[in-house]
């Protein structure tokens, strides 16, 4: 089993519509957790870090969930420049300790 | 605005030439790190630095070395290219909540 797994899509939303993502991790030990938004060809910018009581900016809330080892993105009225690739990235304590999900990619339509 | 530069956006090299990526970070962070991003395999951590003249290596060090001589630059450093290093290489910067600001990558094609 991977260490952090997430479904690569794509997902294919209209405008306006409301899309989540899951993301997996297989160490229970795992303490931070953040999504990375990557765009084509350009390097991935932090979206979010992901707090244990779930968090919120803006049109997007990550949550996580222990007990199931997974984070989840949710990102409420899509815009057409939300259409990206998703990077789950998973701790367990320290940067050399950072593993990166391979993405799930987003395509927002008109 | 945070930022760290990447000397190259697009290298071209032949198999056995020595090949210097550069970086630089505005930011004063300690942390620097170098990874490559293949398809279908994520962003792999080649070797990073946590401090002027330390290194260690990531998982996938073969094959590389890398330099920090001073806080804000860290080089990697190809000995002998080969064909299987063609890759999209980024440099990065963490802060103390272990966020990373990446560089805009170089994409290196070894033929």
């Known amino acids: 089993r991977k260490e952090v797994e997430q479904d690569p899509g794509p997902f294919n939303v209209p405008e306006g519509a409301t899309v989540a993502f899951n993301c997996t991790y297989s160490?229970?030990?795992?303490?931070?957790f953040f999504w990375y938004r990557q765009d084509c060809r350009k390097e991935p910018k932090l979206l979010m870090s992901?707090?244990?009581s779930g968090n919120e900016d803006g049109r997007f809330t990550a949550q996580l969930n222990r007990a199931s080892q997974y984070i989840s993105l949710l990102i409420r009225d899509s815009k057409l420049s939300d259409s990206a690739t998703y990077l789950c990235?998973?701790?367990?304590?320290?940067?050399?300790?950072?593993?990166f999900g391979t993405g799930t990619r987003l395509l927002v339509s008109p | 605005d945070v930022k760290v530069t990447q000397s190259s956006r697009y290298l071209v090299k032949r198999t056995g030439e020595k090949v210097f990526l550069e970086c630089v970070q505005d930011?004063?962070?300690?942390?620097m790190f170098w990874y490559r991003q293949d398809p279908g395999l994520g962003l792999r951590l080649i070797y990073f630095?946590?401090?002027?003249?330390?290194?260690e290596k990531g998982d996938i060090p073969e094959g590389y070395s890398v330099s920090r001589e001073k806080k804000e630059r860290f080089s990697l450093i190809l000995e002998s290219a080969s064909t299987n290093q063609t890759s999209m290489y980024l440099c990065?910067?963490?802060?103390?909540?272990?966020?990373?600001?990446f560089g805009s990558g170089t994409q290196l094609s070894v033929l």
């Open positions: 990065a910067s963490g802060d103390r909540l272990e966020k990373l600001f």
């Open positions: 160490n229970s030990a795992s303490q931070s």
């Open positions: 992901v707090y244990s």
């Open positions: 990235v998973v701790s367990l304590g320290g940067f050399q300790k950072l593993v």
């Open positions: 930011m004063d962070h300690e942390n």
């Open positions: 630095s946590y401090d002027v003249k330390m290194k």
